[in-house]
T-cell receptor, first 114, second 114 residues
């Protein structure tokens, strides 16, 4: 069965420090990969997506993620965070045999402190 | 402005009192979906619709109904709400069909069933 695991539920980080949010998935079929961000009292907003091609994907707000097929991972990074990056981040995976199902991880709450 | 609009944003009600959460999108998207978000569980899909008059169950459909009579609208109906349906609900839509389409989310509806 397919699943999505975000390895950290809470990540506190100081302003201007780097951050990495880890996401692993289990699947024997090809996947599409997404990271979404949820700011307080808002819906989810797409940060970036991997569909094919280069394994390093750049998204909005300075975020990037790297797809590693052998390790079935899709970790999200930002080299220098801002206070405004405080939010919950969700990794999501779409499995090619089930076009309409987007499976989400449990989420990682990032808290940026001055 | 392209958006997914949910109403109401907040609702407190009592067990057994039928309620409807409306969802409307102005992007002419074919695919629409409902999710519920619970702490530590991420988002779980309730129902989805590939087009008008076409709906199907997601992972947690029990206790919910949907309809898709018009392309832009996809209401979520709780015929007899129970306390275990207290949650944050999101409607989403995407263009076309396929696992590679990112989804656009509404701002959420927080339901409390007493």
């Amino acid at each position: 069965a397919q699943s999505v695991t975000q390895l950290d539920s809470q990540v506190p980080v100081f302003e201007e420090a780097p951050v990495e949010l880890r996401c692993n998935y289990s699947s024997s079929v090809s996947v599409y990969l997404f990271w979404y961000v949820q700011y307080p009292n808002q819906g989810l907003q797409l940060l970036l997506k991997y569909l094919s091609g280069s394994t390093l994907v750049k998204g909005i707000n300075g975020f990037e993620a790297e797809f590693n097929k052998s390790q079935t991972s899709f970790h999200l990074r930002k080299p220098s965070v801002h206070i405004s990056d405080t939010a919950e981040y969700f990794c999501a995976v779409s499995f090619l045999y089930n076009d309409y199902k987007l499976s989400f991880g449990a989420g990682t709450t990032v808290t940026v402190r001055a | 402005e392209a958006q997914v609009t949910q109403n109401p944003r907040y609702l407190i009600t009592v067990t057994g009192k039928k309620l409807t959460v409306t969802c409307s999108q102005n992007m002419n998207h074919e695919y629409m979906s409902w999710y519920r978000q619970d702490p530590g569980l991420g988002l779980r899909q309730i129902y989805y619709s590939m087009n008008v008059e076409v709906t199907d169950k997601g992972d947690v459909p029990e206790g919910y109904k949907v309809s898709r009579k018009e392309k832009r609208n996809f209401p979520l109906i709780l015929e007899s709400p129970s306390p275990n349906q207290t949650s944050l609900y999101f409607c989403a839509s995407s263009l076309g069909q396929g696992a590679n389409q990112p989804q656009h989310f509404g701002d959420g509806t927080r339901l409390s069933i007493l």
